[in-house]
């Protein structure tokens, strides 16, 4: 089946650890992005990429950063850095102007 | 920078009724708006697009509207049943490329009692 896939869908992590949070599509879409959704917030972006070996910054960068070596992954780490990481982060692909589809999402948490 | 709103954050209404979703947003100069929806602790769903050049789109028992001069968009939804219960997003694209620049508003979550 064609789709985006998140995992791990539970993240746990410590003070002073940086995590990587995966994502993987098969749409074969050109596309992919990184949001991040805190209760009673709409989705923020984080990061966006629109074709492999190249991304933009979006609206919440800091303390985040990507890598698109595959047209098929988007990996999202979250670095030691980040001050209150603690939410839902959803991953998202789409063809150049069709809409984005979404994975199922990645709970982190900070312990 | 654009600003979308929706109101209310939530709504119950009984099954059966017909209800409408709002949207409002700051920028008129969008390239389109869509509306998704999200179940708790899921990814989004896109349920429907509406371009710029369009006044509205419908899928089913959905109908969605877009007035751009107004800066408004509204999600009908007809003959409400329990599985629509769930938080509707509306997002706004600024772009004709990819759509980066979605901006989402903060949902608003329905739920319908049966």
């Known amino acids: 089946d064609g789709g985006i896939t998140q995992s791990p869908k539970y993240l746990f992590r410590k003070e002073g650890q940086n995590v990587t949070l995966s994502c993987e599509q098969n749409?074969?879409?050109?596309?992919m992005y990184w949001y991040r959704q805190d209760p009673g917030q709409g989705l923020r972006l984080i990061y966006y990429?629109?074709?492999?070996?190249?991304?933009q910054k979006g609206d919440i960068a800091e303390g985040y950063s990507v890598s698109r070596e595959k047209k098929e992954s988007f990996p999202l780490t979250v670095t030691s850095a980040k001050k209150n990481p603690t939410a839902f982060y959803l991953c998202?692909?789409?063809?150049?102007?069709?809409?984005?589809?979404f994975g199922p999402g990645t709970r982190l948490t900070v312990l | 920078k654009q600003e979308v709103t929706q109101i209310p954050a939530a709504l119950s209404v009984p099954e059966g009724e017909n209800l409408v979703l709002n949207c409002s947003f700051t920028?008129?100069?969008?390239?389109?708006l869509q509306w998704f929806r999200q179940d708790p602790g899921k990814g989004l769903t896109s349920l429907l697009l509406?371009?710029?050049?369009?006044r509205e789109q419908t899928s089913g028992r959905l109908n969605a509207s877009l007035d751009k001069s107004s800066g408004r968009s509204t999600l009908y939804i007809a003959a409400s049943q329990p599985g629509d219960s769930a938080t509707y997003l509306c997002?706004?694209?600024?772009?004709?490329?990819?759509?980066?620049?979605?901006?989402f508003g903060t949902g608003t979550r329905l739920t319908i009692i049966p």
């Open positions: 997002a706004s694209s600024k772009t004709n490329f990819g759509n980066e620049k979605l901006t």
């Open positions: 990429s629109q074709i492999v070996n190249d991304f």
């Open positions: 998202a692909s789409s063809k150049a102007t069709d809409t984005q589809y």
């Open positions: 920028d008129s100069a969008i390239y389109n």
């Open positions: 509406i371009q710029s050049s369009q």
């Open positions: 749409l074969n879409h050109d596309a």
